[in-house]
């Protein structure tokens, strides 16, 4: 049985709904990478399966609240409506059964949500600290470092970034942690730290699994944050979210090859 699939921009919704929502819609949508038994086992869920995902799909992305939801609901049959919602919630409870990679680098990126999962927690707990602290307006993460995730060098920019935080952001951000007013941060952002460090070193072994071209160039970044002075380290750190963001959908991105 051909199992129907769609096609439609992925596009995760708030963390704080499903944190690696990008993995899960991706995986799920390849008949090769169908690993759910939802997915796998049964022929008449297996039909609406895509169906589902394309439903909380459009569920969160849309901006408009009743309306948009009247509209979806009103082109299916109750029945329908019913068997997909409880698909997708199936989606949650049986769609983190492990893939099986060939490579070290395949396994990396099927192992990144728990990394991600970890670093979100870190940074919930330091967050507040950061953003009450961050009185610029200018974006230090800006649209050209969204842009490089996007680009050929992407892997290039995770690298760059990550070193650039290494380097220069995190050992202040720990050493700027220290009184008795901060000290409980201190073991959140040295948690931080040291995830970014390993998965520095992964990346680096990983880029011609990735296919990675041309350089990332560094200094336009660091010349945006030596500009900010003292305050650079407040942006820095509070748009830390960004960062998990363009490298979750990046590495969800590289889940189809080499399996």
């Not at 939802?38 to 439903?55: A, E, F, G, M």
């Not at 948009?68 to 059964?97: D, E, N």
């Not at 230090?140 to 995770?158: N, T, W, Y």
């Amino acid at each position: 049985m051909n199992m129907l699939t769609v096609s439609f921009p992925v596009k995760s919704p708030p963390s704080s709904f499903c944190p690696n929502f990008a993995y899960i819609l991706r995986g799920e949508l390849s008949p090769k990478m169908c690993t759910s038994e939802v997915c796998k086992q049964d022929p008449t869920r297996r039909r609406i399966y895509p169906h589902s995902l394309q439903l909380l799909h459009s569920l969160l992305s849309t901006q408009k609240t009743v309306p948009a939801w009247k509209q979806l609901f009103a082109s299916m049959s109750p029945r329908f409506v019913l068997l997909s919602l409880l698909a997708v919630l199936s989606i949650f409870a049986t769609s983190r059964s492990t893939r099986v990679c060939n490579n070290q680098c395949c396994r990396f990126v099927e192992g990144f949500p728990g990394r991600l999962k970890k670093l979100r927690q870190d940074y919930s707990r330091i967050r507040d600290f950061y953003e009450a602290n961050d009185d610029l307006d200018t974006a230090l993460l800006d649209q050209s470092v969204e842009d490089s995730f996007k680009s050929p060098f992407a892997c290039q920019a995770i690298g760059g970034i990550l070193g650039f935080y290494l380097d220069t952001v995190l050992p202040t951000a720990v050493a700027g942690v220290s009184d008795d007013a901060t000290r409980s941060l201190k073991p959140h952002v040295e948690s931080i730290q040291q995830i970014f460090d390993q998965l520095k070193t992964d990346v680096t072994k990983c880029r011609h699994y990735f296919s990675c071209k041309n350089q990332f160039d560094i200094r336009n970044l660091n010349s945006t944050y030596t500009q900010m002075e003292s305050k650079g380290l407040f942006k820095a750190m509070g748009e830390l979210d960004l960062l998990f963001n363009y490298i979750e959908t990046y590495l969800a991105s590289k889940r189809h090859i080499n399996l």
